[in-house]
């Protein structure tokens, strides 16, 4: 009988525990998730801190917002974000709306996103975001 209490015991601790390690961490997918910030404002914060930023954005032309290389260094961004269209008719395809992307603190210093289609290399963004990042 104690033993298989004991196999028991360590069953369910088990299972709690790949319950645990299989629940999502909460990230920042919209702006009450985290600080919004806009184009060419300052977040200050701490490292960790979280903030995101939401920008006028059409995946549909094949264009969406990336952080440069070197950005990710400042803010790293947690997951893909989400883009919400403008249009609320399900019928129309390719509108236009927001791409909310979440990020985290690092460091400080200047966290640029551009607006670009990832394929073409060596081609100029069509918009550029820049965002300071302050950690006191």
């Not at 032309?61 to 269209?85: C, I, L, M, R």
């Not at 019928?91 to 210093?109: E, H, N, W």
Request: with cysteine; proline share 7%; hydrophobic share 40%.
């Amino acid at each position: 009988m104690m033993i298989l209490m004991q196999k028991q015991s360590i069953l369910v601790f088990f299972l709690l525990g790949v319950f645990m390690a299989c629940t999502p961490k909460k990230t920042p997918t919209h702006p009450e998730d985290g600080v919004a910030v806009a184009c060419g404002k300052t977040f200050t914060g701490k490292v960790g801190d979280l903030f995101s930023l939401s920008l006028s954005a059409n995946p549909s032309t094949g264009y969406a917002w990336y952080p440069t290389e070197d950005s990710k260094a400042v803010a790293v961004q947690v997951n893909d974000g989400v883009f919400k269209s403008s249009n609320t008719d399900p019928m129309v395809v390719g509108a236009g709306g927001i791409q909310t992307l979440p990020f985290k603190v690092v460091k400080a210093g200047q966290l640029v996103v551009e607006y670009r289609r990832s394929w073409e290399k060596g081609v100029e963004p069509a918009q550029t975001c820049r965002i300071t990042v302050n950690v006191p």
